[in-house]
């Protein structure tokens, strides 16, 4: 079983940057793909973004790109989520994801094999 725990979340103003860490452990962390998910109050919980296993492949919600950037360093067994200029709107619990399966796929969170319990993140304006 693999579990994920991520940090990082807090309070921000818009326009300023976080960066969002997710501890994993158990299984072999180089063979999963991770991303990440959220989940604004009131709303469905939704693909940010995922990276495969290598690093090599890694895909973000169309409204992120090139504001939001996802890395991961299998030494550490952690993944990252690099968010800046932050928008109000971006304000969700942000949750870690595992699957066995692509990073491709898993933007799909029905592919989801493992979850965090999410850090909050909330951008004032």
């Known amino acids: 079983q693999v579990q994920l725990v991520e940090s990082g979340g807090g309070l921000v103003q818009a326009g300023d940057s976080l960066r969002l860490s997710c501890a994993a452990s158990?299984?072999?962390?180089?063979?999963?793909?991770m991303g990440w998910f959220r989940q604004a109050p009131g709303k469905e919980r939704e693909f940010v973004a995922t990276?495969?296993?290598?690093?090599?492949?890694?895909y973000y919600v169309e409204s992120m790109k090139g504001r939001f950037t996802i890395s991961r360093d299998n030494t550490k067994n952690t993944v990252y989520l690099q968010m800046n200029s932050l928008k109000p709107e971006a304000t969700a619990v942000y949750y870690c994801?595992?699957?066995?399966?692509?990073?491709?796929?898993?933007?799909?969170?029905?592919?989801?094999?493992?979850w965090g319990k999410g850090t909050l993140v909330t951008v004032s304006s």
């Open positions: 994801a595992a699957g066995t399966g692509s990073a491709q796929v898993m933007r799909d969170m029905k592919k989801v094999d493992y």
């Open positions: 158990g299984g072999t962390f180089s063979r999963y793909a």
């Open positions: 990276i495969s296993g290598g690093g090599t492949f890694r």
